[in-house]
């Protein structure tokens, strides 16, 4: 039985599998030095039309977690929306790793920063008494499943940057945010400001593993040392990067991407159409938001079904992945409409 919890619940995608299995041969060099990961890092290159710097590390965690510890001091701040990842699911990673960097987060319609919003906690404050901002932190696709388009991106990186703050992304759903906009990697990442992204990998279906890209290669001096610290250097790399190659050629990243927003889409057409209740935000990526009764959700939990409470901004969500069927929504949906359908 399909679930709707998380994209985290599907399995490893056929294409990651293999390059996964095709790995297994031999004897190749460890920690990095191995064909797999030099490839994979290039093909990253290739797709983000940049000589960027690239790193394979375990999970988000500690991707974005180090990432921002290589872009601040301790004494610095990190600005975030106040549904961030970051801010409410990494149990203090980023403060842990940076040494004590204060996350500043802020309010923001639909999930997002705003310019203004990054200015006022700027100018806020001045004196040596508080942590100085010296980072922001976007979400792409956000945490309740909105995109940022390119412009909103370049007017936060300019404003960023005349600041004299880095951009860093978290791009655990980036992907379905590229699908979903319909433009390059490039051109919602680094052309339109971002100093380092996090790509996420587990979510379109890798077994494990996230992409640190360095778009500022000045940036990511001695990032290897952190990983290493941090326990995210892994001894048989191959089995981290392989599995990008396979889901990186022939472009099946973007149609699981795809397919996960499509069926996003699907469900949330269906909620709208059978029962009239419209999703809490544009469904724009891989997950709806949606309110429902109490006993709707008592009966689909009684049902088998699987998701989650959104504490953030309430409803719940339900999170669509590389493998959901069509035939999975529209179960839930039949499901949906039966519990709603007056006592006979």
């Known amino acids: 039985m399909q679930h709707f919890a998380s994209d985290n619940y599907a399995g490893i995608c056929p294409e990651a599998l293999a390059a996964l299995l095709a790995a297994n041969d031999g004897h190749v060099r460890s920690y990095g030095d191995d064909e797999w990961t030099l490839r994979a890092a290039d093909r990253l290159r290739e797709l983000f039309e940049t000589d960027c710097d690239v790193y394979f590390v375990f999970n988000g965690t500690a991707a974005n977690s180090l990432a921002l510890a290589a872009l601040c001091q301790s004494y610095h701040s990190v600005i975030c929306q106040q549904l961030a990842h970051v801010e409410t699911d990494e149990c203090g990673a980023p403060e842990f790793f940076s040494n004590g960097a204060k996350l500043l987060a802020v309010a923001g319609e639909q999930g997002k920063l705003t310019p203004a919003a990054i200015i006022d906690v ?111 250097l892994a001894s048989k790399m191959r089995f981290l990067s392989a599995p990008w190659l396979g889901i990186l050629e022939n472009g099946a990243w973007l149609r699981h991407a795809a397919h996960a927003n499509a069926m996003a889409r699907r469900l949330a057409a269906g909620l709208a159409e059978g029962t009239g209740w419209p999703a809490l935000f544009p469904v724009q990526a891989n997950g709806v938001f949606v309110r429902l009764p109490s006993r709707i959700e008592e009966g689909l939990r009684a049902r088998g079904w699987l998701f989650y409470n959104f504490i953030g901004a309430g409803g719940v969500r339900l999170m669509c992945g590389w493998d959901t069927a069509p035939e999975t929504v529209d179960r839930l949906l039949d499901d949906i409409r039966d519990l709603s359908a007056p006592p006979a």
């Not at 370049?154 to 379905?176: C, K, P, S, Y």
Request: glycine share 10%; aromatic share 8%; hydrophobic share 40%.
């Open 122 to 232: 700027v100018t806020r404050r001045r004196d040596i008494h508080y942590p100085r901002p010296k980072v922001v932190t976007l979400t792409q696709a956000t945490e309740v499943g909105t995109v940022y388009q390119p412009e909103e991106l370049r007017a936060i990186a300019d404003t960023a940057h005349e600041l004299g703050l880095r951009v860093h992304m978290d791009g655990a759903r980036f992907a379905n945010a590229v699908a979903g906009l319909g433009l390059s990697p490039a051109d919602v990442s680094w052309r339109a400001g971002v100093d380092v992204l996090c790509f996420g990998g587990t979510k379109m279906g890798l077994p494990v593993g996230e992409a640190v890209v360095f778009f500022d290669r000045r940036l990511s001096e001695d990032f290897a040392y952190r990983c290493k610290q941090a326990g995210q």
